[in-house]
């Protein structure tokens, strides 16, 4: 198990999984374009294939994750929680204080996870996601 940058060469498949997985992607220009911004931290958890990826942008000391995934077939095997804890501790080097997350409602897997690691429901939006409430959710760097 690798957890890596992600690169170039990345984007066609972490766009076909964002769509199977999320139902929308953020776009190959627009994850091609964040590649190269310091303000941004893009990374992927492989182990002869891609596994899943996280994306996220940092807004002074404050981060938002813009997409993360965990293929279907790896979901409930720790990958999720190894790449979520990578990404937290650059985070905590960075002295980022805090990241924020929307999540569907109904995506108890993902919650469970987040729960796990600290973070703490501060919102729920209402059909934030299309006939789907999102939970907003919060994790700080104490």
Do not use: C, P
Request: proline share 0%.
């Amino acid at each position: 198990m690798l957890i890596s940058k992600v690169v170039k060469e990345d984007i066609d498949e972490i766009i076909n999984e964002e769509k199977k997985l999320l139902s929308s992607s953020l776009g190959y220009d627009f994850i091609l374009q964040d590649l190269d911004n310091e303000n941004a931290l893009y990374y992927k958890i492989t182990e002869e294939e891609l596994i899943g990826y996280i994306g996220i942008r940092l807004l002074g000391d404050k981060a938002e994750v813009l997409n993360f995934f965990i293929k279907e077939q790896f979901q409930k095997k720790g990958y999720g929680t190894k790449l979520l804890k990578h990404v937290l501790e650059i985070l905590i080097k960075r002295k980022i204080k805090s990241l924020i997350l929307e999540v569907e409602k109904d995506n108890n897997k993902a919650i469970k996870l987040y729960e796990k690691l600290g973070f703490k429901k501060i919102l729920v939006k209402k059909n934030y996601y299309v006939n789907k409430d999102a939970i907003i959710y919060l994790w700080e760097n104490e």
